[in-house]
Structures are given as structure tokens and as C-alpha cells.
């Protein structure tokens, strides 16, 4: 069956969330974005069960499931994007609850700015933060160009390159971020095409990131961009973190969130740590 070509294809990544995936889906309902252009919604799955396929072969027979390509984050979401007819992409995360009238907000932006083909939308977390051993990507002001909520002009991400698919854990938005700005692409924040992401645990079973993929995904992006290490591989950066850490970060843990996750802040610290020790070894070996 042909497919009409759509002015939105909305790229959904999931795994394991049906739950979170269903009121993704309610949220991105014609009923809640009444007055977009037309779109297409397109989940793409790297799931090891099929409870999120069968969630939507019953729940939502508008919306495209396929599978993912079973190699993190950065491949799954390219797998949407490949079958996605769309004009423009639309990125949002499974767990994100769109506002109404989100995509109505894109397409004015759009509309509005000729000749800019990437925009951000605003991403705000569900309530106060808890416990330092959470974990949401917030960007109430522009610049982050986080994928849980990213509009692209589709031919120009595919001429980018995608998202890398060797960041398999992490850097994957940072990365693709890097490269627009290399490209000095003209981007636009639109705090109109609102989201609400919840807080995330960072820690057991709820958290698939593995042992120190911090470490690794910071080096192969400085390998693949050397230009980038005044910016990204300064030693001092990293000093500077580690001084925050040991100062306002743990006044806000023990005095704001009760030393709740001071743990998780411990580990984060030891880490920086380290990526400190390694980047000036690095500088001083050449």
C-alpha cells in the first residue's frame, strides 16, 4: 500500500516501556494535536519482548511499529528515520508526554523560519528532583539539541550523517550536536513544542547504561573529532567539574535532597576523577 507522504514523521525509540510508550502515544493523538499538519508516528523497537509490538498492532493501528536495529540508542532512532516518508523528523522519546498542540508549535517555527532546518523543543521534568541517583535531560532554554524532543529537516540529517551508531551507550546527541555546529547550521529553540520527561533512575536494573561508559564515549568522540578537545577534552573543564562537585553538588545532596543518592554522586566524582587524570596524561604524553 502507498504511503502519502506526511509533513511530520514523528521517530518514537523504545525498549521495554509499553507502559510509558502508551501515553507517549495518547499525547501524540490527533485528539491532542488537532490542528498539526499531517504526520505519521513511527515507533521503532529494540525491545527483547513483544509487549510493546502488541501494544500498538491493538491499541494504535495508525501508528508504524518496526524493529530496531539492537545497537543502542543512535541506531534505533536512524532505523525510524529510515522508513519514515516525512518532511521533517520529529525525535521524542518513549517516556516523554507531549504537550497539546506540540506539533502545531513545530510547524509555526517552521513556518515562521524559513531556511532553518533544525529546532529544538523545550523539555521539562515531571516534578522536583528526589534523589541525586536520577537522571532527566532537561533543556528549558536551547542548546542542548537533545533527541527526546528535536525537529530536522529530514534531508538534511540524512546529509549529515545520521546519528553516529559507534556511540552505542552515550554522546550519540552530543556528537550529532558537534557536528551542526561545525556545519554552522542555523538552529531555533521553540519552548512552545513542550514535553514532559520523567526523572529516570541511574541506578540497578532500571538503568542499562553500562560500567564506565562515560569514559569510553568521551574518548571515542575526542577521537573522532581531535579538533574538539579544547572544548570537550580540557583537563580543566573536567577540574572545574570535579570543584562543583565537591562544593555546590554536595551542599544541594546532603542539604536539599537529605543525602538522598550521595552514593550515585560519589560515583559520578570518582569519575570525573578519573576522565581528569586520563585527559592530562594524555596532554602531557602528547
Known sequence: ?????????????????????TKCLISLSRKNQAEAPTYEIIVTDDSR??????????DFPNVFWGKGKQNGPAGNRNAGVDRAIGEWIVFIDDDCIAENNYLMAY????????????????????????????GCPQ????????TSNLCVKKD?????????????????????????AQNKLITRFVP??????????LKGKKNWKQKNYEIESLLLFLEKHPDSVKEYGNPKIFLKNILRMLTSDIYFCVFKLK???LDE????????????IKLLNKRING
Open 139 to 146: 533543556n528549558t532554554h536551547g542548546g542542548m539539541f537533545w
Open 192 to 201: 512552545e513544542a513542550a514535553v514532559i520527561h520523567p526523572w529516570r533512575s
Open 49 to 58: 519482548t513483544n509487549e510493546s509490538k502488541k501494544l500498538v498492532e491493538r
Open 259 to 261: 543525602a538522598r543518592g
Open 265 to 276: 554522586l560519589t560515583r559520578q566524582l570518582w569519575v570525573s576523577i578519573r576522565i581528569f
Open 156 to 180: 538534511l540529517f540524512l546529509k549529515l550523517g545520521s546519528l553516529d551508531e559507534q556511540f552505542r551507550v552515550a554522546y550519540e546527541d552530543v556528537e550529532f550536536a558537534y557536528r551542526i
Open 1 to 21: 500500500m502507498t504511503r502519502e507522504k506526511p509533513f511530520f514523521s514523528i521517530v518514537i525509540p523504545t525498549y521495554e516501556r509499553p507502559e510509558d510508550l
Open 107 to 134: 510547524e509555526h517555527a517552521i513556518k515562521a523560519n524559513p531556511g532553518t532546518l533544525i529546532f529544538e523543543g523545550k523539555i521539562s521534568a515531571d516534578r522536583e528532583r528526589k534523589t541525586w541517583a536520577e
